[in-house]
Every structure is written in structure tokens, then in C-alpha cells.
């Protein structure tokens, strides 16, 4: 490769790079925090756009340790009930904090802490949580995300169980397949009900880099000829 080649192939480069940096992508996995189910997530979209919801069994008392969702399983590891808002569970809170505020919700059944598991790993997972105490008391839960006993990162809310349902919800930026979502765990002082699970998908930042790559090739092979530095 000539000198003028290697200066336009390196600026080039550095240029896509840069996209990648502007949307928010890095090299090492990390949880990033989505704040609303309207907010926007990293690579696609709104947080309901590029998720998929699990449907809650269909009535009210129903006790499950699994749900599904085409291809995809979440297992519980302790039972969870089915229960209403505002039928059988006292509130929820309101757009834009939640989805709605009358979603049916997977109570824990007493358990403070619980560990949910995902049979195909997502690059995004979250889910509404409110606790079980009905007053304004605020009680902290600790939401970690791991692939299988590695950590990507954990998301702490102090949460009211008055009307205060907060969205937990995590997207994998700068992974790879190997280390996406498989495991989350809860971990509060007070039981509590979740809405709303949601997981999806989203492109690869190690697909993307390789895609702008392979079109700083083949600029490369068209320009190298014609250019002779870098253009401003």
C-alpha cells in the first residue's frame, strides 16, 4: 500500500470510527440504563420498539415459573402469581414512567430476591417494578445483569410502592453474542410485582464495525489513486 494510500485508508478508518463513537458504541460490554419505555435505546428505536413483551397467563391467581414468547423462555426461580391492577394489586404508576396504569403483573409471592433467566441471550431486557408496601415508604432494589456468572452492569432505583412503578431496563452496548443477557437478578427489602417484561435483539456493534470496514475498503480501492491526503 503507497504512502498516499495508507494516509486516506487511515483517515478513513478513523472517520468510521467515529460513527460508531457518535452512536454511543464501545468495545467493552456495558448495561446502558433506558429510563422510560419511550426512551430511545442505543441502536434502534424506542425501548417498546425494539423489544418483544411476555404475555402474563390470563388469570388472575395463576401461579407460573416460566413464560415464553415464540423462541424465547424467562424462568423464574422462585413461583410467581398473576395479578391485576387495580383488581388485585393496588396500583401502578402512569405514562410516561410506565406503560400503562393497569398492566397485569407477576407478583413474587413474598420473595425479596429472585433470579430471572433468559434461554437465548438478548442484548436488551427490562421490566416494570413496583414493592409490595402500599405507602410512600421508598424501598431500594438492585437490578444486575449478567451473562452466566460475568457481571455487564446493575441499575439501583429507590422505589415507592404507592403509585410508583419504575422501568429497570438495560441494553448490552459493545458485545458480542457471547456476552450478552442471560441472567438478571432482583434484590430488594420488600416483595414486589413486575409488568411489562420485555427483551429484543439489536444489531451488533462488532457487525457494524465490520460493515464500515468493509466500505473503507473498497473507498480505499476507488480513491487511492485519485487522493493524496485527507479532506477538510
Known amino acids: 500500500m503507497g504512502n498516499k494510500a495508507v494516509i486516506i485508508f487511515r483517515c478513513w478508518t478513523l472517520a468510521g470510527l467515529a460513527v460508531l463513537i457518535g452512536h454511543g458504541y ?9 429510563a422510560t419505555p ?21 388469570t388472575d391467581g395463576d401461579l407460573f415459573t416460566t413464560l415464553t414468547n415464540g423462541s424465547e423462555v424467562l424462568t423464574f426461580s422462585t413461583e410467581f402469581m398473576r395479578l391485576m391492577v387495580p383488581v388485585s394489586w393496588a396500583s401502578w404508576s402512569s405514562p410516561p414512567q410506565s406503560e400503562t396504569a393497569t398492566p397485569a403483573v ?3 409471592n413474598w420473595q ?34 449478567l451473562h452466566g456468572s460475568t457481571p455487564l452492569g446493575s441499575i439501583v432505583f ?8 419504575l422501568l429497570f431496563a438495560g441494553e448490552v452496548v459493545g458485545s458480542s453474542n457471547p456476552n450478552l443477557i442471560d441472567t438478571v437478578t432482583i434484590a430488594g427489602n420488600n416483595d414486589f410485582a413486575l409488568a411489562n417484561i420485555r427483551y429484543g435483539d439489536v444489531p451488533e456493534p462488532a457487525s457494524l464495525l465490520l460493515t464500515i470496514v468493509g466500505g473503507l475498503m473498497i473507498v480505499w480501492r476507488r480513491i487511492s489513486t485519485n487522493r493524496s491526503g485527507c479532506r477538510r
Not at 421490566?127 to 421508598?138: G, I, Q, R
Not at 429507590?158 to 412503578?165: E, L, N, R, T, W
Open 26 to 34: 464501545s468495545f467493552g460490554a456495558t448495561i446502558t440504563p433506558i
Open 38 to 58: 419511550g426512551a430511545p435505546t442505543v441502536c434502534c428505536g424506542s425501548y417498546t420498539e425494539s423489544t418483544n413483551v411476555f404475555a402474563l397467563p390470563t
Open 158 to 165: 429507590p422505589v415507592s410502592g404507592d403509585a410508583g412503578a
Open 106 to 108: 407477576a407478583w413474587s
Open 112 to 145: 425479596v430476591g429472585v433470579t430471572l433467566t433468559l434461554r437465548a441471550p438478548a442484548a436488551i431486557f427490562g421490566f416494570e417494578l413496583e414493592p409490595d408496601d402500599t405507602s410512600s415508604t421508598l424501598h431500594a432494589y438492585t437490578v444486575a445483569f
